[in-house]
């Protein structure tokens, strides 16, 4: 087996999802320029089986300490045996941290201090609460203590993530750091943030039907209603991913629309991110994609009042682009030799 590199995860889009769903999100992943990443406190089977059936996409393994209602605090460190168990499995490790509330420096200290003990390729995973983002002077010190510790890392938004301005603005802010940064447990938006310079970002939404000109999930009975009563805009719903063949995915079972939000998502990113190594082309084209699913969004209102339109396209659509140094592919040549100690002053 080749040693799994973190460079291999750039620009892709990945897959998220319970041990339940492996098999068929990774067969759905494999079709795409995508990956895996499972959620669990066992993931050791289920990547034991799926890369004794063929997979050999990119997999990785988000212990989710951070999640769930008794969730673990940052500051209880990082477990060696985890790290060591992911690179047993042949993996890219994400380090099992736990959850930094907002503002919780010393927390973010013991994960890097832990980290930096843990032997390469790893990812430090930075459970984020959404109230880091509300404070611009704490996002600049958070790319300044990651720009000094040189450790990937892979951000979870914990809580209300794009339907508020402050997250969006923030997330594009600190994708100004100078080390990979990957973005887990996301929706659609893990697409905008790979756009705006993330190494790569992971889709975990499980539930609804996604509709790719609007950007956005719905039930089918919803996008049922849209198609009934918006004849003038038919040819905005047909798909024509396998599992549609061309038909409007009304009528599709619950497996059947996961599939479908799968397929219809990754080929979205694929010919989205196909300018893999021209951040300013791939920002422009997400934000041109945002506005065109808003202006849709704007004519079913039209129709079929009180349509809400999703606040969190407008967001994208309007954060600050990056800085012109960050149109670089810089996270090619990242080099984890290279980390230095971290600056416990940032
Ligand atoms: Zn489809």
Redesign the pocket.
Known sequence: MTQPRVDDLLRRLLVQCAPEQAVMAADIASGYHSGLVLTGAKPRNTVRHLLRTGYDGPLLCDAGRYAGNHPLRAGAGLRRAWTAEQHDLGLVALTDSGFLAPGDWPGLHRLLADARGHPPPLLVTLPLGAGWFAVPAWIDRLVATLNSARLPVAIAIVGDSFTTRYVTRGLVRLLTVTVPVMLLRSDIGALGAVCHGAHAGALATTSGLFVPALLSHHRPAVLARIVERTPELADRWP???P??GGAV?TDLSPDGIYR?SL??QLTLGDRTLSARHDVAAMTRTWRTRCDQALALHEKVAELMPPWPVPTSLRWWRDAHPPPVGATVPRQNTYDPRRRQRIDRRA
């Open positions: 798909c024509a991913c599992e549609c995915p479908h397929h219809a």
